[in-house]
């Protein structure tokens, strides 16, 4: 084979690599489970990616025959060096959401003080004294506007995890889509650390009586919420020496909000790509910002701090990969 179809270990191979082994062994005396459940959640999650990563690129493949560059996508993909960046790309996306879940389900474990009164108040401080939760939730007061966005909230998030994963995963570009996860597996795994260093539930779960009045129009919110606690309780057993069953994806946490850091990390690297993505994530950013904050998720600052992580991450990566604005995904190495 080629050597040149085989990089050196990428930024996001080795970052997560580490970050895996830290919270194993910080957790190897109270429970085996981050080792012992990596197999499982790998065995899940790449295929996911697999079948996102090929949905990208039939649409690319179509966009590319109307516009008659089939021929020179196709001899993109079946290089060695791309298939071989896609499977490690693929990997150790899966084994980057294994790390960040367990860094992020272990925050009771590790660091059980809450500052969810902090992040409030702080909230009060930054909106003259008023909460923003409180604010924007009587803002969109209106039931059908209520309901709207208990649906959206969460389906709007997963169409965009698969809309960025299939688009990055299928670019003809190395470039820009190594710098693209590079940045994003950064921004996950940095922002698990913070849940751990700041460690909050959100203010749906500290101040209930601001939300249990909803619970008719925020149904599939609180209903999400329950189901999210009830693990959380479970993970708490781990410290009685109880391995208690838990969905590892479904941990508790609010200071920074990833889902707002996420829909800001496409817009960045949109902008440098496709003026059309920039536009469908800003609109996703925006129903993710209001959505996190009216269905009690989070506090406005966790949602100021997800955007000035995800600035950072893409920042930093866009300067290593040395890519122009408007990088044209036409086969740039």
Known sequence: ????????????????????????????RI?????RTMPGILLSMIPAFVLQTA?????????????????????????????????RIIVFSALSV?????????????????????????????FFGHSPNIFFLDLFSNRAMLRLIDVSYGNVFLASLIIASAF??????????????????????????????????GPAYRFPDVWLALASV??????????????????????????????ILYGVAAFPSLHVAFEMLVVLWMRRVWRPGEVLFWIFFLIIFLGSVITGWHYLIDSLAGI?????????AARAWRIDRWVAIRGRR
């Open 308 to 316: 000035v992580l995800a600035w950072v991450c893409y920042a930093v």
């Open 31 to 35: 429970t085996p489970a981050p080792v």
């Open 98 to 126: 294994h790390t960040y879940s367990w860094i992020k389900l272990s925050m009771p474990l590790l660091h059980p003080r809450l500052f969810d009164q902090e992040l409030w108040d702080i909230d009060r401080a930054i």
């Open 218 to 247: 925020l149904a599939h919110t609180q209903e999400l919420q329950r189901i999210l606690m009830t693990n959380y309780q479970a993970v708490l057993q781990f410290r009685r020496g109880v391995n208690a069953p838990v969905n």
């Open 168 to 201: 990055f995963g299928s670019a003809p570009s190395r470039r820009a889509r190594v710098a693209f996860t590079d940045s994003n597996t950064a921004m996950w795994i940095v922002g698990a650390w913070l849940y751990m260093l700041v460690p909050s539930l």
């Open 1 to 28: 084979m080629n050597r040149r179809a085989v990089h050196r270990p990428y930024f996001f191979e080795v970052f997560t690599v580490i970050n895996f082994v830290i919270i194993a062994l910080l957790l190897i």
């Open 55 to 87: 949905a990208g690129v039939g649409v690319r493949a179509l966009v590319a025959w109307r516009q008659g560059r089939g021929r020179e996508y196709g001899t993109i993909l079946r290089s060695p060096a791309w298939l071989i960046d896609t499977a």
